[in-house]
């Protein structure tokens, strides 16, 4: 007994909002990103055109993801700052959570970042790109959750980084 043939839809998640154009006039064809339809032609301003809706590439798939993600942490950080939560500026990042208090010395968090994350330990306390490597790396090693990883060592390297803000 053959299975029934699934329902195609014309309008599916690839091909909203894309249209493949092609002016009459002039002969040029181009593609449209947005919900409409479009009404004329870029090049000549013609309005004798052959419309199709297209599907997106990859690349262009990232891109409109991109502007996405772009586009709502714009709305995020509008929404914060109308409300007043403080936003730490780009490249920075939030201080520890006030919970954590450090009793461990910068020296001795530095040894347990260099320990676990396969850093120099100057290296750590003199730059901070290298911290910020050194405690992914050690958090992705120590995280509860992998093998290998306990909540007290987490705990611990979250003192480690406290101490070392």
Known sequence: MK?????RHTRHANNIGIWN???????TTFRVFIGLKP???ISCKGTKLTVKPGRMNRAEKAEMDARFVHAASHFVFSLLDMFGIPVPPLGS???PPAGIRSTMSRHDAALFLATHAVIPKDYILDSTEARDKAYRIAA???HPDKQGGSHELFVKLQEAKAALA
Do not use: G
């Open 39 to 41: 009404k004329f032609c």
């Open 21 to 27: 154009a092609t002016c009459r006039d002039c002969k």
């Open 140 to 142: 992705s090693k120590l």
């Open 3 to 7: 299975q029934p043939r699934a329902r």
């Open 93 to 95: 990042s939030f201080p």
